[in-house]
């Protein structure tokens, strides 16, 4: 099976640069998704990370050790509209089930004046 | 960005109807999706299908049916609404490779 943990909330200043961290166990693992979800929408896709290091895109980096099984989503320049839901979502090894992802609880960022 | 449709995006329905949520995909992903997410609450899969006449049911024990007779279309049934169904219903699809899942706009169901 697997278990994901982030934290449940986060509390950033505009401007500021924020790391929100996710640690999760599993008995197969291929790959880590990080999603946004803003208050009564969607998820929308922000990074994957299959191997073993920083992913950067614009503002946002990922970052992955598949041997801690550790994965952070840093976030820089901190906007007002950042202020939403980060979900950390795991992929396991291929196999029969192998696309079904677990989520996380997703950390709720709170970005302040 | 997905082209990934729901519809009804809202639906206030009284107990004991029966209702369909409509999901369509034009990315011609063979893998399709069905989420119950409540109100800052964690995602939840309720039904999967890997291709047109497949599907299982999610990792979350769900009243609902599901139905794959073409590839771009994920259906979901509730035979007889309860107000324990209310919630957020979203339906995703996934691509080839990586198997990045993209979501719909959600439906959101009210049973009164």
């Known amino acids: 099976g697997q278990n994901i943990d982030q934290p449940t909330e986060m509390t950033a200043t505009e401007g500021a640069i924020v790391q929100i961290n996710c640690t999760y166990q599993?008995?197969?693992?291929?790959?880590l998704f990080w999603y946004q979800q803003h208050a009564g929408e969607a998820p929308t896709f922000l990074s994957y990370n299959v191997l073993d290091g920083l992913e950067e895109k614009g503002r946002f980096s990922s970052f992955l050790s598949r041997s801690k099984g550790y994965s952070y989503l840093l976030l820089k320049e901190l906007q007002m509209k950042d202020s939403a839901s980060y979900l950390c979502a795991v992929s396991p090894i291929s196999g029969a089930g192998s696309y079904q992802l677990t989520f996380g609880k997703g950390t709720k960022l709170s970005v302040i004046p | 960005e997905a082209d990934i449709y729901q519809t009804p995006r809202y639906l206030v329905i009284g107990t004991g109807k029966k209702i369909t949520l409509e999901c369509s995909q034009t990315m011609g992903h063979d893998k399709m999706y069905w989420y119950q997410q409540d109100p800052g609450m964690e995602l939840h899969l309720i039904h999967y299908?890997?291709?047109?006449?497949?599907?299982e049911k999610g990792d979350l024990s769900s009243e609902s049916t599901v139905s794959r007779i073409r590839t771009e279309h994920f259906p979901l049934t509730l035979e007889s609404a309860r107000p324990s169904h209310t919630s957020q219903y979203l339906c995703?699809?996934?691509?080839?490779?990586?198997?990045?899942?993209?979501f719909g706009p959600g439906t959101r169901l009210l049973v009164l």
């Open positions: 299908s890997y291709g047109v006449n497949s599907t």
């Open positions: 599993t008995s197969g693992f291929n790959g």
């Open positions: 995703a699809s996934s691509d080839g490779g990586r198997e990045t899942q993209y």
